[in-house]
């Protein structure tokens, strides 16, 4: 089945977070046949590989809260924390603790990581506008991407034999809850502990023959045991939306926040060179000297307006 969550917003920050080390520790951390590697060589490594753009990050970081905080640019915990859900739910259960974990990182380092973004778009959205002429203008261009053809909402039960799924299929019949069998039988580490809970999906987003007979169902039916290269599943439909044909008025915002979302894109590399040419950035370390150059005389963007 092809995934069906987005890819996280925090990826690039998260596969360069790794902490930077002190490179003399002689701890030993593995033996290779007796031969030792201590940490201060594994330190002295990751330094080389990852340790410019750490320090970029955490020199940008720096720069963001400073900023928030000259200009009373405010973020609660609440925000933080919804955005954080958000992402994290397009991951299956457990996933987006195990990628913090792989890259060195703490759930309050990933916090900073979305405080830090939501800084810079409050700074930058001080100089994105978007009109009405502007919306009404792309969607009559563009109208066929808001259309919104049929989804479905459904449950599957993922098994590795027909004779499983056979034995599923028979308790269902006999009234055994979905979802407990679900949670009990499935191989699915994304559906497993919701009950086999899927979501709404469109066309495209599942295996021909999985989607095929969920399409062709009514909510509340089961299907009988379905093949795919994954393995046998069953499934129940819970809810069907028919397609429907966007409006203007329907797709507003979604239009909005795309053309929104392609002024930020343009405004947040700018916004950050400005902070950047207006810092006086020291380097101690001589590997580091010409990570950040001085910038030109006059080169310098003007700072978004900060928020009120």
């Known amino acids: 089945m092809k995934p069906s969550f987005a890819t996280l917003a925090l990826t690039a920050a998260l596969a360069g977070?790794?902490?930077?080390?002190?490179?003399?520790?002689?701890?030993?951390?593995?033996?290779?046949?007796?031969?030792?590697?201590?940490?201060?060589?594994?330190?002295?490594?990751?330094?080389?590989?990852?340790?410019?753009?750490?320090?970029?990050?955490?020199?940008?970081?720096?720069?963001?809260?400073?900023?928030?905080?000259?200009?009373?640019?405010?973020?609660?915990?609440?925000?933080?924390?919804?955005?954080?859900?958000?992402?994290?739910?397009?991951?299956?259960?457990?996933?987006?603790?195990?990628?913090?974990?792989?890259?060195?990182?703490?759930?309050?380092?990933?916090?900073?990581?979305?405080?830090?973004?939501?800084?810079?778009?409050?700074?930058?959205?001080?100089?994105?506008?978007?009109?009405?002429?502007?919306?009404?203008?792309?969607?009559?261009?563009?109208?066929?991407?808001?259309?919104?053809?049929?989804?479905?909402?459904?449950?599957?039960?993922?098994?590795?034999?027909?004779?499983?799924?056979?034995?599923?299929?028979?308790?269902?019949?006999?009234?055994?809850?979905?979802?407990?069998?679900?949670?009990?039988?499935?191989m699915d580490p994304g559906s497993k502990d919701k009950g086999g809970e899927l979501g709404f999906f469109g066309p495209g987003a599942m295996v021909k023959s999985f989607e095929d007979v969920a399409f062709s169902m009514k909510p509340g039916q089961i299907s009988q045991p379905v093949q795919t290269p994954f393995g046998w599943h069953i499934i129940q439909v819970e809810e069907v939306r028919p397609a429907s044909t966007a409006t203007l008025a329907s797709a507003h915002d979604k239009v909005r926040d795309q053309l929104l979302a392609v002024q930020e894109q343009q405004l947040v590399p700018q916004f950050m060179q400005t902070l950047q040419a207006g810092a006086k950035i020291n380097i101690s370390d001589p590997q580091y000297a010409n990570l950040f150059p001085s910038p030109a005389p006059g080169g310098a963007i003007p700072a978004p307006a900060p928020t009120k």
């Open 17 to 186: 977070a790794l902490a930077l080390a002190g490179c003399g520790e002689t701890r030993t951390v593995a033996t290779v046949n007796g031969q030792k590697i201590t940490k201060g060589e594994l330190d002295t490594r990751l330094e080389a590989q990852s340790g410019k753009q750490v320090l970029q990050q955490m020199v940008q970081q720096a720069l963001v809260f400073q900023y928030a905080k000259q200009h009373n640019i405010n973020v609660t915990d609440d925000e933080v924390n919804k955005q954080l859900a958000t992402i994290e739910q397009r991951f299956p259960a457990g996933q987006f603790e195990t990628i913090l974990k792989n890259q060195g990182m703490t759930l309050d380092d990933a916090k900073n990581v979305v405080r830090e973004q939501v800084i810079v778009k409050k700074a930058v959205d001080q100089n994105v506008t978007v009109t009405d002429a502007q919306i009404k203008d792309y969607f009559a261009k563009n109208h066929a991407q808001f259309d919104q053809p049929k989804q479905v909402r459904a449950r599957h039960i993922l098994v590795k034999t027909k004779g499983e799924a056979d034995s599923i299929e028979a308790q269902l019949k006999r009234g055994a809850d979905f979802a407990t069998l679900a949670k009990k039988y499935s």
